[in-house]
């Protein structure tokens, strides 16, 4: 690699830690990033958030893991799946908010909405709370992440903390433990949605026992003669038989 080439891939190592820096240790807020207790996220979170922004759509794991090799002091530390900042000092934590939007927004996968339209909202295994937003584009982002079309959710904040919900602000967004039933709206479920028949549940037709057999059915009544054409037959050839007795007669 040449200098010329060396000294450009160096800047674009250096301008990569700065963002990650600013990402992962201040405003992780404004790219719908919650780190936990201990100041991690999960790699594959940051991922999607790279491919959504302009000029950093190229970065794959790779190119995070090189900073942790070449830099000499590393703003970023790795521990499994998970990647935090070392400098942490900016990093705020959830906060009980002075003021709550009347409304707030959150999507989720097509496939899950039966289910939370029944339930509720509640955490998965591996999250601690539930990301809202109040505004409805944002909340679409971060839909576009778990889902290419996903459902938004629209929440009543009040009724969420009448039913004993709690609500937590972490900068720009909103966190909640649970969003009980009947504390948001949604688009109406697909009541007649067409479920694909299951492989092999098409009939066969059973073949016959015996195949080429033919089988008399003794039950069936006995084709019908046509008296007509028997009578037509008779009369065909009538004139012949008359010569011959004719004949027989003369001799």
């Not at 966190?175 to 067409?194: A, E, V, W």
Request: net charge positive; proline share 8%; hydrophobic share 30%.
């Amino acid at each position: 690699m040449s200098r010329v080439k060396k000294m450009k891939h160096s800047q674009s190592v250096s301008k990569l830690s700065k963002f990650l820096a600013y990402v992962l240790g201040k405003q992780p807020d404004e790219f719908g990033l919650v780190p936990d207790e201990n100041g991690y996220m999960k790699t594959k979170n940051l991922l999607k958030v790279m491919s959504e922004e302009e000029g950093w759509r190229h970065v794959r794991l790779g190119h995070i893991r090189e900073i942790l090799y070449t830099a000499p002091s590393p703003v970023i530390e790795m521990e499994g799946n998970k990647i935090r900042a070392v400098d942490r000092s900016s990093l705020f934590s959830p906060q009980i908010p002075i003021k709550i939007p009347k409304l707030l927004y959150h999507p989720i996968r097509q496939r899950a909405y039966p289910f939370v339209h029944e339930k509720g909202l509640i955490t998965g295994d591996s999250e601690d709370h539930i990301i809202l937003t109040d505004n409805t584009e944002f909340a679409a982002r971060l839909g576009r992440r778990i889902d290419e079309d996903p459902v938004l959710l629209t929440i009543n904040t009040a009724q969420t903390l009448q039913k004993g919900a709690d609500i937590k602000q972490f900068g720009k967004l909103f966190l909640s433990n649970f969003i009980p039933h009947g504390c948001f709206n949604g688009p109406p479920l697909l009541k007649d949605r067409h479920v694909p028949k299951k492989p092999g549940s098409t009939k066969i037709p059973e073949k016959p026992k015996t195949p080429g057999s033919y089988f008399l059915d003794l039950n069936a009544e006995p084709p019908t003669t046509d008296r007509k054409w028997q009578k037509k037959g008779k009369l065909k050839n009538v004139w012949k038989r008359e010569r011959k007795r004719r004949n027989s007669l003369i001799r």
